[in-house]
């Protein structure tokens, strides 16, 4: 290693450890503010600070919308068909509502794959994923998620039995005694979630994640 690439090394390592003091600062920052807020403390532990923030502040408790579906439509991940008089189109996403927040939301969908055998198994199950089309089967976890949100603003734990049907995944999950309400059930028509249009594809990251500005490389000389 020349003395130009040690250099550079150090400078990576200086600039990790006071992007990390950052993200240390700003965790603190949303903790401090949601705790003003203890209605959205049920949000907190389920998508973390960032995400509650962003799905906060763009459009409210969810806890104040009027059913799970219309949350999931404030959200732009209802499904609509785009169809004409000679053209029979699939159901895509609406992307009406803020893309911050779907932007968030497919980051927490990545977060639950990652660390829920209920959702990793259905997400790998989708005809999409199958198929080879990823992005897509995450979209309808994302999908899925949206409803969760409302449920859980009203006070239910997340229960990932009560939101995808384990009987169709080679699970052996014991059904949870939580109830979660009768008037808008969380099971969607898998066929449905299989969207053809997806959101834009997202890099899964920790809560508070910055962009990590590295100095210029400097070019390696041998001495």
């Not at 219309?70 to 159901?91: I, M």
């Not at 089309?133 to 039995?161: E, I, P, R, Y």
Request: aromatic share 6%; net charge positive.
């Amino acid at each position: 290693m020349t003395e130009g690439e040690r250099s550079y090394a150090r400078a990576l390592s200086a600039d990790l450890r006071r992007t990390q003091g950052e993200l240390k600062r700003i965790d603190a920052t949303i903790g401090d503010w949601l705790a003003q807020w203890p209605s959205l403390q049920p949000l907190l532990s389920m998508l973390g600070g960032a995400t509650t923030c962003a799905v906060f502040s763009e459009l409210g408790n969810p806890a104040d919308y009027g059913s799970a579906h219309a949350f999931r439509k404030a959200c732009g991940l209802n499904l609509r068909e785009r169809s004409s008089g000679t053209y029979q189109g699939k159901l895509h996403i609406t992307k009406r509502g803020p893309s911050r927040v779907r932007h968030y939301l497919h980051l927490a969908a990545w977060r639950a794959v990652a660390r829920d055998p209920i959702v990793k198994a259905w997400y790998q199950t989708r005809g999409s994923f199958v198929r080879g089309q990823k992005n897509s089967a995450l979209t309808a976890v994302t999908c899925k998620l949206a409803l969760a949100l409302w449920h859980v603003a009203h006070g239910a734990a997340f229960d990932a039995t009560k939101l995808f049907d384990v009987r169709r995944l080679k699970l052996d999950t014991r059904p949870s005694t939580q109830e979660q309400g009768d008037d808008d059930t969380l099971e969607d028509t898998d066929d449905a979630l299989e969207t053809s249009v997806t959101l834009p594809p997202a890099t899964p990251m920790v809560e508070g994640e910055t962009k990590l500005h590295s100095p210029p490389r400097p070019s390696a000389k041998k001495h």
